[in-house]
């Protein structure tokens, strides 16, 4: 069983939310006490910023939110079970998942809370959220127009509109749950809500951006070389990109499957962008060594110039 003392009231909000999650989903202690297992100091402390806005997010749903992650994981083990027996992604089309996903507004919202909570769970969203707000926002130009295709469940974007280099954000989705879903996370802790749209991002748009994010959808999409061409297309001259996309990660959502960090860095080179930094976040309890080796998940952070 894990100890959520282990801490010793140093993180309330973390030693909160792991009791809440805990509660329904007490399968889940081994987990967790490997995911924590030697976290710095640095890491928990940007944590319990975290477990602050996600608890302040979830509000009276946080319970409802937890057991919606419980049947995220599950799902996701079903994904894992298919990919490892097949090699493949279950879905291979953008039809199949709007059909079954983003058009299911119940399924949706439950993926949105689900993976809330995974942004703390899952030790390789923690890092890529971490890397987001400390590396990638500040590399910003003072002034710069933002701009998130996808932004699901909001943190991304709360950051970004919290930033002081930021001084325009927009959010752009294609499900109603999902702009609800920032909506709502914007309202929880109290921000000026960013100009949010229901944009398809493969539609044509005369507007540019100094600064775009592009966190878990290239996966999502049938044609990653083609988003990141409208992408391009999107950003002003200089202008930078934060994209992150996993390899090796099954969801019931996943379509495109990358098997190396290599393999997305070479989609933003090939759309014509200069790669200024990466970060290779492999999932949680792995080194990124054992994670390539046995072909485990592994988020890949990458920070992209315009030329
Ligand atoms: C898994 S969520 C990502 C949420 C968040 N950015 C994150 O990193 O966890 C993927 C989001 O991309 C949106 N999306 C998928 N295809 C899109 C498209 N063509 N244009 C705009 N948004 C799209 C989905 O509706 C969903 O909200």
């Not at 927009?170 to 909506?183: M, Y």
């Not at 061409?229 to 499957?257: E, Q």
């Amino acid at each position: 069983m894990f100890d959520i003392t282990w801490t010793q009231g140093a993180y309330p909000a973390l030693e909160g939310l792991i009791a809440r999650q805990l509660a329904v989903f007490p399968e889940h202690g081994g987990y967790l006490g490997k995911r924590f297992a030697g976290a710095t100091a640095e890491e928990l402390t940007f944590t319990e910023g975290l477990a602050e806005i996600v608890t302040k997010i979830a509000g009276d749903e946080l319970d409802g939110c937890c057991r919606d992650y419980r049947w995220l994981a599950e799902v996701v083990l079903e994904e894992e079970i298919f990919f490892r027996r097949q090699g493949r992604y279950r879905l291979s089309t953008f039809e199949e998942a709007n059909a079954e996903i983003y058009s299911n507004l119940a399924y949706m919202t439950r993926y949105m809370n689900g993976l809330l909570l995974s942004q703390i769970w899952w030790h390789n969203h923690t890092a890529v959220m971490r890397y987001f707000r400390e590396v990638y926002l500040p590399g910003n130009a003072p002034g710069a127009r933002h701009l998130e295709i996808g932004p699901g469940h909001g943190l991304f974007l709360y950051y970004a509109a919290r930033n002081e280099r930021t001084a325009e954000a927009a959010g752009w989705d294609i499900s109603p749950a999902s702009i609800a879903r920032v909506k709502a996370t914007f309202a929880a802790t109290a921000q000026p809500l960013p100009e949010l749209a229901l944009v398809d991002m493969f539609e044509p748009n005369d507007r540019r951006f100094d600064s775009i994010a592009f966190s878990e959808v290239l996966e999502h999409l049938e044609q990653p070389a083609e988003a990141l061409d409208a992408i391009v297309k999107l950003m002003a001259p200089g202008g930078r990109l934060f994209l992150n996309a996993p390899v090796n990660s099954p969801a019931p959502d996943h379509i495109s499957l990358f098997r190396s960090p290599e393999e997305i860095i070479a989609l933003v080179e090939a759309a014509g962008l200069v790669v200024e930094d990466s970060l290779f976040a492999p999932t949680s309890g792995a080194s990124l060594a054992r994670a390539r080796k046995l072909s485990l998940a592994i988020s890949v952070a990458v920070t992209a110039k315009k030329p």
